[in-house]
């Protein structure tokens, strides 16, 4: 899990190099494969939606052609926000593990707290705060520099 | 306001004729010249993400060269998702008119209500029913056909 962690924290720098908030993200499957990884390219794109966890869910239900993702896990730097967590439902993602909380744009653990819904049938095991201090520092640095 | 609901009901249709569930939207500009329109390609696409408002932000992003729209209108036949919701906040779109409501999977009235929560800085505009009874049978019928 710490090695998939590690995948998505290079796609966060690299983000981050690109003028990117530093947000890396990772879809694997049921045997641990790398079936898709990227980091944030909201400006680069101009795509108010490329957020890398949309961009790897997609990448990924390609990949396999299948949209549903039940036993592949989405490893993401930092707390995915509503709008990626209800995609990440959507395609019945078997787990989500992610670094840093997000306790102004988090959707999972803040915000709308899209699997803790009524509405969300689907439960997908959450697993936060894995590499929570680098994944913050990296964003913190990034958010720092710019000011 | 009724002739863009009319143009996001046709591809809604569209989508249903697809085997999509028959959802459509159109993002209109300031003027309410009309930016982009699509209907519902999760299925065509095998895309979990691919609703029709998140298509339409898209095309809109790309067409206008902004990932803002803050002039603009997002019309859809049905109250969007969660993640279209956020999608929508996250392009600080300037008004969304829906047409059926949806308690079952809705993220503006129901559910996330994304635009109530304290975490959503960017309030837009809502207005939901519009042309409900002529949405909300468009979908009926589709599912009533599909048991």
């Known amino acids: ?21 530093p947000v890396g993200a990772v879809v694997t499957d049921a045997a641990g ?8 390219e909201v400006e680069q794109r101009q795509d108010p939606t490329a957020h890398a966890e949309m961009l790897v869910l997609r990448m990924a239900a390609q990949s396999l052609g299948n949209r549903r993702l ?5 490893t993401v730097t930092l707390e995915p ?11 019945r993602i078997g787990r989500i ?4 909380y997000d306790p ?7 915000g709308a707290r899209i699997f803790r819904l009524a509405q969300t049938h689907h439960k997908a095991e959450i697993i936060g705060g894995l590499n929570e201090r680098e ?6 640095g990034f958010f720092l520099e710019r000011r």
């Open 81 to 91: 926000c509503a709008m990626c967590a209800q995609a990440a439902a959507h395609a």
């Open 70 to 74: 039940e036993d592949c896990t989405l």
């Open 104 to 110: 102004k744009s988090g959707g999972v653990e803040h």
């Open 135 to 140: 994944c913050a520092d990296l964003l913190q």
């Open 33 to 40: 494969r790398v079936v898709a990884a990227a980091g944030n």
């Open 97 to 100: 593990v992610f670094g840093a």
């Open 1 to 21: 899990m710490l090695s998939v962690m590690r995948l998505a924290l290079e796609e966060a720098m690299q983000a981050g190099a690109r003028g990117e908030i």
